[in-house]
């Protein structure tokens, strides 16, 4: 039953129901920020792969300009992407502190919202049988 049938009004939620839901809702909302780092990092961790390719296409005479500039655009969008992330808690940007992009960081810089532990938290809830 959603609704009381004589006053036409919901029933009040319990505060565990409230919590759960925004623990979801919160989690749901972590969920781009955590990918846009792994995008940027991946990035990063291609790089030797990039600078082989280059190697072997200079050493084979031909031209790097068009590769180096779809590689250096990715990289930028996975970077811009990663810095106009905002804090669903503080609505700061998420990994952007000052004006130095923090790729280290699992929390938010200025009030230090993890999403790992939201993360740990629902491995734990799907652990549980």
């Given at each position: 039953?959603?609704r009381?049938?004589?006053?036409?009004?919901?029933?009040?939620q319990?505060?565990?129901?409230?919590?759960?839901?925004?623990k979801?809702?919160?989690?749901?909302?972590?969920?781009?920020?955590?990918?846009?780092?792994?995008?940027?990092?991946v990035?990063?961790l291609?790089?030797?792969?990039?600078m082989?390719?280059?190697?072997?296409?200079?050493?084979?005479?031909?031209?790097?300009?068009?590769f180096m500039?779809?590689?250096?655009?990715?990289?930028?969008?996975?970077?811009?992407?990663?810095?106009?992330r905002?804090?669903?808690?503080?609505g700061?940007?998420?990994?952007?502190?000052?004006?130095?992009?923090n790729?280290?960081?699992?929390?938010?810089?200025h009030?230090?919202?993890?999403?790992?532990?939201?993360?740990?938290?629902?491995?734990?809830?799907?652990?549980?049988?």
């Amino acid at each position: 039953m959603d609704r009381d049938p004589q006053s036409g009004k919901k029933p009040p939620q319990s505060n565990a129901s409230k919590v759960t839901e925004s623990k979801e809702v919160l989690a749901s909302l972590l969920r781009p920020i955590a990918r846009s780092r792994t995008r940027l990092l991946v990035c990063f961790l291609t790089l030797p792969v990039y600078m082989i390719a280059v190697w072997i296409l200079l050493n084979n005479q031909r031209s790097v300009d068009s590769f180096m500039f779809i590689y250096m655009g990715v990289w930028s969008a996975f970077a811009i992407d990663m810095a106009r992330r905002r804090c669903p808690q503080c609505g700061e940007q998420f990994f952007v502190k000052y004006i130095l992009l923090n790729l280290r960081t699992h929390r938010c810089v200025h009030c230090s919202l993890s999403y790992d532990t939201l993360r740990s938290e629902e491995d734990e809830d799907k652990m549980k049988f």
